[in-house]
């Protein structure tokens, strides 16, 4: 069983950055990938980032140069740092394990505002 903690999201100016945690439990973290997927209203959930336990790293082309995927092992969390944000960025942002199951987060809203 894994638990994942999202927190950082908020509302920011257009331009502006945040950045996203996502703490999970257990002692097998660094034995797994961390992905950060989002969901805007209306539309299907997407990946964002993931990372993986070597600390090899995917974007989607929407977030290419703005956003920057991270891992800390000794404190089990994840991070995505989200920099130039646009209001096409406004999303709920999840963070996903799959280790035998699927595992999501509760999510964090992010409202970026032009």
Not at 19 to 31: D, H, M, P, Q, Y
Not at 63 to 87: C, E, H, W
Not at 97 to 109: I, K, L, P, S
Request: glycine share 10%; hydrophobic share 35%.
């Amino acid at each position: 069983q894994v638990q994942l903690v999202e927190s950082g999201g908020g509302l920011v100016q257009l331009g502006g950055s945040l950045r996203l945690s996502c703490a999970a439990s257990g002692s097998l973290f660094s034995l797994y990938a961390m992905t950060w997927y989002r969901q805007a209203p209306g539309k299907e959930r997407e990946l964002v980032a993931r990372i993986t336990e070597s600390g090899n790293s995917i974007y989607a082309d929407s977030v290419k140069g703005r956003f920057t995927i991270s891992r800390d092992n000794a404190k089990n969390t994840a991070y995505l740092q989200m920099n130039n944000l646009k209001p096409e960025d406004t999303a709920v942002y999840y963070c996903f394990v799959r280790w035998v199951h699927d595992y999501w987060g509760q999510g964090t809203q992010v409202t970026v505002s032009s």
